[in-house]
């Protein structure tokens, strides 16, 4: 059975809309409290704007500013993997895991159709 190419931009679309959205969701409540002596609100506000220019970036017809937030989505991603990993699997690496491989895929295809 052949694949279904005309897929493929909504494909991309629901990728570039869950990436925002779980980077939104998950540390929105972190941005919220306005710490500015944490760094994990830096972190969180780094996340929150970039995830918001990656799903702006998709309207341009430009990939530079999808690159380039995916670029520091995914730096940011594998940065939080290494400090924050526990030792062992379990279910809260898939928040540094997901983000990180999702921003890869965008890193390297960028807004093309």
């Known amino acids: 059975m052949k694949p279904f190419k005309t897929y ?26 306005f710490n500015l002596h944490a760094v994990n609100f830096y972190l969180a506000a780094v996340y929150i704007v970039f995830a918001s220019l990656l799903f702006i970036g998709g309207f341009l017809s430009r990939s530079s500013l999808t690159v380039i937030s995916s670029l520091i989505i995914f730096i940011l991603s594998v940065y939080s993997l290494i400090v924050y990993f526990p030792g062992f699997l379990n279910n809260a690496i898939l928040a540094y895991l997901l983000p990180a491989s999702l921003s890869l895929y965008f890193l390297s295809t960028g807004n093309e159709s």
């Open 8 to 33: 493929v931009p909504i494909a991309r679309w629901l990728l570039r809309i869950s990436l925002t959205a779980m980077l939104f969701f998950y540390y929105f409540t972190e941005f919220k409290n």
